[in-house]
């Protein structure tokens, strides 16, 4: 791999977990790392240690506008890469998502995440190279039950990532999808707040679930079964980052693995099983004590 330790990278996300272990490696590995967050005290604790830190919120045109227009100006137009990192997943069964909770899904996890790779994308083509890598999800080629908001954002991120790849043949400019499964963050408290923020719950042929699965997000520790660190992220992306060959995808951690195969070689009703399973022990009922 070469490496591009002077260019100039933009990661979205980077209050906790994948962003900010990205931005902290990457700093390390040399790379002048803009780390952009949507809270403004966030923004302020990166800035406090010594990031390139700007205000982003994904579902604002306006607030995209400024920071690519921010970041350009203090590049020349020298921007190398993007890692569009920023996401959340919005819990419930599909029949309890109203309009605006899958909607406010889509405006972060692929719309705002859309409209800045394409601002980005002018000055990459000016240049005759650049780096696009997304992060999406093991739940982006197999479904879990009471994630439906989220599988489809995650869903619909891979067929855009595959056609941007395919459109940019022969630009210079390489797209990547990175596929983690469980990584320790604030991924499960963020849910937990989306929930409560379009609650269902009360009316809901699903309440039982959704006290289980409230118990589940709202308990310390390790989510799942091997669950990596955060940091864990800088080996997919440092080559989608700096190998003349990037792959296409980058699957991360053992379940994310184990299911790409499983979904290429089980039926669907088998898959259908083995899916129902992993949905029905996470959100078992706790143990009275």
């Known amino acids: 791999m070469r490496t591009l330790s002077t260019s100039a990278i933009l990661l979205t996300g980077c209050s906790s977990g994948i962003g900010y272990a990205a931005a902290q490696g990457l700093r390390e590995r040399g790379y002048r790392v803009f780390a952009t967050a949507r809270r403004l005290e966030d923004v302020q604790a990166l800035a406090g240690e010594g990031f390139e830190a700007l205000q982003l919120d994904l579902t604002s045109s306006a607030s995209i506008d400024t920071t690519v227009g921010e970041v350009l100006a203090r590049t020349d137009g020298e921007l ?14 599909v029949e309890d998502l109203s309009r605006d909770a899958l909607r406010e899904q889509f405006e972060t996890n692929l719309f705002g995440l859309h409209e800045l790779t394409c601002r980005v994308l002018p000055a990459m083509r000016r240049r005759g190279r650049g780096r696009i890598v997304h992060n999406g999800s093991l739940l982006g080629y197999v479904a879990l039950r009471y994630r439906g908001a989220y599988n489809a954002s995650k869903f619909a991120l891979e067929g855009l990532t595959d056609t941007l790849r395919l459109e940019l043949v022969g630009t ?29 719950a009360a009316g809901s042929v699903h309440a039982a679930t959704y006290r289980a699965m409230i118990a589940r997000l709202a308990k310390a520790g390790p989510a799942a079964p091997f669950t990596l660190p955060p940091a864990s992220i800088m080996k997919p992306l440092l080559h989608a980052m700096e190998s003349p060959r990037p792959r296409a995808r980058y ?31 996470e959100n078992r009922p706790p143990k009275e004590i």
């Open 80 to 93: 190398y890469a993007l890692f569009n990192n920023a996401g959340y997943g919005q819990p419930g069964a």
């Open 172 to 200: 210079g400019i390489h797209v990547s999808l990175i596929e983690p499964g469980p990584i320790e963050s604030r991924f499960r408290q963020n849910a937990l707040q989306a929930f409560r923020r379009h609650d269902t």
């Open 251 to 281: 699957r991360l951690t053992v379940p994310a693995h184990a299911f790409w195969a499983m979904k290429r070689l089980l039926p669907t009703a088998l898959l259908d099983r083995v899916l129902a399973g992993v949905s029905r022990e």
